[in-house]
């Protein structure tokens, strides 16, 4: 058994970090306090082969595989998490369904201009009444004249009204017991995007509700037979799940770093806080608990690119990884005191960006509900 | 014309500076390629990519422990054409003239235009090793260069001078050592990091080089390592209170004029 990465991953975690740390750590701050989507950041990744790069050198993409694309979201999510989930929302949930379940015409329009990062991708499953029981879906898709008229509506839906969003693929009911994914281009008659939220955390990300009334799209924009929905989206979770994991262990990380370097700085009764037990507790407990994270998240990814199957073991990682950003960066405000409570330290924005991390993509009690399942359980 | 482009691998700047038993920088830990060397290979590829002079090959050469693999790996994903390593035991705990002479064999076996290098590395940060290499070679060389120019056999450049630059003309082959103002270095796309393990990497030791063994290594350096202490602690400075700005801005100009700094 070979815990170490090739030559390969190991430049690109080098790579996304000095990114990372020289172009977006700068920026992290204001871009969250402004609530400014990092357009220029998006771009540069773009040009880089980031926004694709799972996916093959034929429909565009970098042909990189599960692995450097966890290693990649994990090292963006160190230094910022709105950052990394744009990255991630786009590659995971918006291109990935087009990648799958795309015809060739499909593909040949969508891919190279989503891969390339020309275009943001987005999906939206998630509705008012269809969360964690996304089976229950409202929206409506019935075929009139050689197209789908689409009514109903989206929420928590990341990437979809950014000025460089180019589609999103949604879950649509097209029949009484019959749900199907669709393809809806931006400019589509009856498509529209609500207000973003005020949310706790991932402030630079684009997440809002979105609407369609009487909403027409071609009849060609069925994504892959009908009333196969169910199925695709539940394959696409099991991916994103991969990305998720890794922004657990990345923010982690990034709160375990900051709380070291801050703990041999500040001292107190005469000596740096790092210097007590207590906080050398917290910090080594940390350090283990994310290294045995990672491991999760790279075996999910290598199961991924071998070709097996990897469910259980990305919703483990997703499990485990959620609720250790949780805890990690709480200790890590922790041990900056007061000034952890503060906004001029990441750690502040770290705790915020933390709590999604248990709950989108599938909530802790629904990676259970998986996990237990695959048990047998 | 073809570019040689020195490149080391260092401790990573947020790695903390240790001296080991033997008096040597301790280089475990996490390792990058150093970074004004990124420099000299952007330097590299931004000529081969301008097009006013034909660049037919960089190459990018380094002489470290097998590890040091890593530095050339990145090297020619940033856009170097084939790399050569000099790995050999001979040559670990060589002074700057030693690895100087190391490196000047490696480059008469290429026989490059010009060769570029960062003006210093991040752990020793010498400055030096381009004049040495230069002198070897018996190449004219300029160091801390930010600015540079090639109009066919000469090369007009700008180098940071303790007030200003000093322009500065002098022809090929030359030995030019650059500084992070030069340019702004490239990070690798991932395409070009998966490209990278395809382009040759060519290993040898010291005898392929014909590098004397006794001109190499710690015994055939003359520098001495060890007894080395922490400098001493920075004094506590002086402090003006500012009550009234004419007479502080006196007294910082008083301050200044007595160091002469003005
Ligand atoms: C910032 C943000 C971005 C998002 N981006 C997207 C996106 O791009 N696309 C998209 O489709 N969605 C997105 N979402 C939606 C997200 O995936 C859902 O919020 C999540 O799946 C939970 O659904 P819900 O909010 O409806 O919670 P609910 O399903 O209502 O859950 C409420 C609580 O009940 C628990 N629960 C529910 N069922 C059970 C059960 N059977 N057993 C035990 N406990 C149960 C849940 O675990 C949770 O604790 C995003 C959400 C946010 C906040």
Redesign the pocket.
């Known amino acids: 058994m070979d815990f170490d990465l090739s030559p390969d991953h190991e430049l690109m975690r080098r790579t996304v970090r000095d990114f990372a740390e020289q172009e977006v750590a700068p920026i992290a701050e204001e871009l969250d306090r402004e609530k400014r989507f990092p357009y220029e950041l998006v771009r540069k990744m773009g040009a880089l082969g980031w926004m694709g790069i799972p996916f093959p050198e034929e429909v565009g993409g970098a042909g990189g595989d599960s692995l450097a694309y966890a290693i990649a979201v994990e090292e963006l999510t160190r230094i910022d998490s709105s950052v990394a989930i744009t990255m991630c ?1 786009h590659t995971s ?1 918006g291109t990935q369904p087009i990648y799958l379940f795309g015809s060739d015409e499909q593909r040949a329009d969508w891919l190279p201009k989503l891969t390339s990062g020309e275009i943001l991708g ?5 509705e008012p009444e269809a ?3 996304a089976g229950n879906v409202q929206t409506r898709a019935s075929l009139d004249g050689g197209e789908w008229v689409v009514n109903g509506a ?6 979809a009204g950014t000025s460089m969003s180019g589609v999103v693929c949604i879950t649509a009911k097209t029949g009484d017991d019959e749900i199907s994914n669709l393809i809806v281009p931006q400019d589509a008659p009856g498509y529209e995007r609500g207000e973003p939220y005020r ?1 706790m955390g ?1 402030n630079a990300s684009d ?1 809002r509700p979105l609407t369609f009334t009487d909403c027409r799209v071609p009849e060609e924009n069925l994504l892959g037979p009908r009333g196969a929905g169910f199925k695709q989206f539940l394959r696409v979770l099991d991916i994103g799940r991969i990305g998720v994991a890794a922004m657990g262990v990345g923010l982690a990380q990034g709160a375990l770093d900051e709380a070291l370097a801050y703990a041999k700085e500040r001292k107190a009764f005469g000596k740096p806080i790092s210097k007590y037990q207590a906080i050398q507790a917290k910090l080594a407990d940390l350090s283990c608990e994310i290294e045995a994270a990672r491991l999760l998240v790279y075996k999910a990814a290598k199961e991924k690119d071998l070709g097996r199957d990897f469910s259980l073991t990305a919703a483990q990682a997703k499990l485990k990884t959620g609720r250790l950003a949780v805890r990690a960066t709480e200790e890590a405000v922790q041990i900056h005191g007061g000034y952890g409570y503060i906004e001029e330290y990441p750690v502040c924005r770290f705790y915020r960006d933390a709590k ?1 991390l248990t ?8 990676q259970q ?1 998986v996990i237990a399942r695959a048990l047998g359980a | 014309m073809k570019i040689a482009v020195l490149v080391k691998e260092v401790p990573d700047a947020a790695v903390e500076k240790r001296i080991d038993a033997s008096g040597r920088l301790d280089r475990s830990g996490e390792k990058n390629l150093n970074p004004y060397d990124t420099h000299a290979i952007e330097a590299a590829v931004q000529l081969k990519e301008g097009g006013t002079i034909p660049v037919e090959e960089i190459v990018a050469i380094t002489a470290g422990p097998a590890g040091a693999e890593r530095a050339l790996h990145k090297a020619v994903s940033l856009g170097a054409d084939r790399s050569v390593l000099l790995s050999d035991d001979a040559v670990a705990g060589s002074d700057v003239i030693a690895t100087g002479y190391a490196l000047a064999k490696l480059l008469e076996r290429e026989s490059p235009d010009l060769v570029l290098l960062g003006q210093q590395s991040d752990d020793g940060e010498n400055y030096t090793i381009g004049a040495v290499v230069g002198e070897f070679l018996g190449y004219p060389s300029l160091t801390q260069v930010v600015k540079l120019d090639i109009a066919g056999e000469t090369i007009t450049a700008e180098r940071q001078a303790e007030y200003g630059y000093d322009t500065v003309e002098i022809d090929l082959p030359a030995v030019i050592s650059v500084g992070d103002a030069i340019n702004e270095p490239r990070y690798p796309s991932l395409k070009a990091i998966m490209g990278a393990k395809k382009k040759p990497l060519e290993k040898i030791t010291i005898a392929d080089a014909g590098i004397e063994a006794d001109k190499v290594g710690a015994a055939g350096s003359k520098i001495e390592c060890g007894n080395f202490t922490e400098p001493p602690k920075k004094s506590g400075g002086t402090i003006i209170e500012d009550e009234d700005t004419s007479a502080t801005v006196e007294q910082i100009v008083a301050w200044l004029d007595e160091r002469k700094l003005i």
């Open positions: 929302a949930l987005a999906f939206g499953l998630t969360g964690s029981d989206k929420q928590f839906i990341t990437n949310k991932w997440t999604i709950i989108g993509e599938g909530t802790d009690e629904v509900m």
